[in-house]
Antibody, heavy 119, light 107 residues
Framework: EVQLAESGGGLVQPGGSLRLSCAASGFTFRNYWMHWVRQVPGKGLVWVSRINSDGSSTSYADSVKGRFTISRDNAKNTLYLQMNSLRAEDTALYYC????????????WGQGTLVTVSS | DIQMTQSPSYLSASVGDRVTITCRASQSISDYLNWYQQKPGKAPKLLIYVASSLQSGVPSRFSGSGSGTDFTLTISSLQPEDFATYYCQQSYSTPWTFGQGTKVEIK
């Protein structure tokens, strides 16, 4: 069974940093592209970032470019999102998500980890 | 960035109704269009990928169509468990973008 378990969320002050982790199991992690998607409670889904299967290629939403870094450790079956210079508007539930083979959709999602940026 | 616009934003329907949700892209995305269902407090679930392919395990009452800029999600006979919010999403180019969502509620 595919499982994605996010951790690392919490309350942080504006300008602060957090690192989110996503532990993957039930599939061959190194074969799949992975994504982060966020959602303000009660609002819509917003794509944040993606990384290819070996970590050599990444892409970011303009709203986080230069502040967030996506990475992965295929030996540990873990996806990361390093978030720096956090702003109030980064407050959201952050989902770790697996792309389909061919990377044309997201077929599995974690349950999310909540990040709150507030003083 | 490619903008995705869904209509309607809100839909009230009865069990057994045929329901159609539309998604329009701001430029051609070929068939790189996916549909997701999200229930309160839950992660999204993939229903339809590349415009018309049914994800494994999804009931056949769900179907998708379209190409280019205009796409449709149809639920042929609405069931109680289908009351949820539906999102379209393009995977033609990064940044991937989602529609604003369509909330389907019980009439």
């Amino acid at each position: 069974e595919v499982q994605l378990a996010e951790s690392g969320g919490g309350l942080v002050q504006p300008g602060g940093s957090l690192r989110l982790s996503c532990a993957a199991s039930g599939f061959t992690f190194r074969n799949y592209w992975m994504h982060w998607v966020r959602q303000v409670p009660g609002k819509g889904l917003v794509w944040v970032s993606r990384i290819n299967s070996d970590g050599s290629s990444t892409s970011y939403a303009d709203s986080v470019k230069g502040r967030f870094t996506i990475s992965r450790d295929n030996a540990k079956n873990t996806l990361y999102l390093q978030m720096n210079s956090l702003r109030a508007e980064d407050t959201a539930l952050y989902y770790c998500a697996r792309a389909t083979i061919g990377s044309y959709a997201i077929d599995y999602w974690g349950q999310g980890t909540l990040v709150t940026v507030s003083s | 960035d490619i903008q995705m616009t869904q209509s309607p934003s809100y839909l009230s329907a009865s069990v057994g109704d045929r329901v159609t949700i539309t998604c329009r892209a701001s430029q051609s995305i070929s068939d790189y269009l996916n549909w997701y269902q999200q229930k309160p407090g839950k992660a999204p679930k993939l229903l339809i990928y590349v415009a018309s392919s049914l994800q494994s395990g999804v009931p056949s009452r769900f179907s998708g169509s379209g190409s280019g800029t205009d796409f449709t999600l149809t639920i042929s006979s609405l069931q109680p468990e289908d009351f949820a919010t539906y999102y379209c999403q393009q995977s033609y180019s990064t940044p991937w973008t989602f529609g604003q969502g369509t909330k389907v509620e019980i009439k």
